[in-house]
């Protein structure tokens, strides 16, 4: 696993606006705080998300960017893509591995972060059918689209992006086959901080810091934390 002194950027993709504060906000934290830089790349609006049917459908994905963006600066991160696919209805196609391999080129990071591509039995709701298209379309760009030079030639003979090859994936929010665990006590409180501010998924969630602090407790007991600590998980590609 690549030492955080040598990394300089990182690459979050994620489905949905709010996944990424759910699954590694407190990671991310640490990582700003280290001075990496960090972008998000949201493939959705989010527009199917919610539950207030007084809301029209229009109004959600200009009120969901807004809430990302304010989660974001909760966690030192001011880069924010997002490409407006349909929410609900995300497939793994060659059009969002092409886009998903631009922004692997234009960002150049060296450890991306994405949702796992495959089914979670004991959680549905982290399998989403969204995050796994999300996923599998993420690691396809990572190779080996953003890479090969003859991958969407139009990357580079027409936008003029050169190849580049991410070292290193974590997939995030995997408690099944994690096998990496980021003590996040310290930023818990912004972690909570970016949640509350997607206000239309989280303001109606009673007990929201006492359910995270349960979860993200038993991850650090899986984990070998010590007794108190609370852990973000993660399963860790060598993609060199
Ligand atoms: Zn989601």
Not at 12 to 38: K, R
């Amino acid at each position: 696993m690549l030492d955080d002194s040598e990394i300089q950027r990182i690459l979050v993709i994620a489905a949905h606006p709010d996944d990424v504060d759910f699954s590694a906000a407190g990671t991310i934290a640490l990582w700003t705080d280290a001075g990496i830089e960090v972008t998000y790349c949201i493939v959705t609006d989010g527009d199917a998300g919610g539950n207030d049917l007084s809301v029209g459908r229009a109004e959600i994905p200009p009120l969901r960017r807004a809430e990302q963006t304010a989660a974001a600066k909760q966690v030192g991160v001011h880069d924010l893509r997002f490409l407006g696919y349909p929410d609900g209805r995300v497939e793994a196609t060659l059009a969002l591995r092409q886009d998903l391999a631009r922004v692997i080129r234009q960002v150049r990071p060296d450890r991306l972060v994405c949702p796992s591509p495959e089914r979670n039995y004991a959680r549905l709701g982290i399998s989403h059918p969204d995050h796994r298209a999300v996923g599998s379309a993420a690691l396809d760009a990572v190779y080996p689209d953003a890479r090969n030079p003859f991958a969407f030639p139009e990357l580079l003979d027409g936008e003029g992006l050169e190849p580049w090859t991410v070292r290193e994936v974590w997939l995030a929010g995997v408690p099944a086959t994690a096998d990496h665990y980021v003590d996040i006590t310290g930023t818990f409180p912004r972690k909570l901080a970016a949640l509350r501010a997607h206000a239309s998924q989280t303001g109606h969630m009673e007990g929201l810091e006492e359910s995270l602090r349960g979860r993200l407790a038993r991850a650090a007991a899986a984990g070998g934390l010590p007794e108190g600590r609370l852990a973000e998980t993660f399963q860790v590609l060598d993609t060199a």
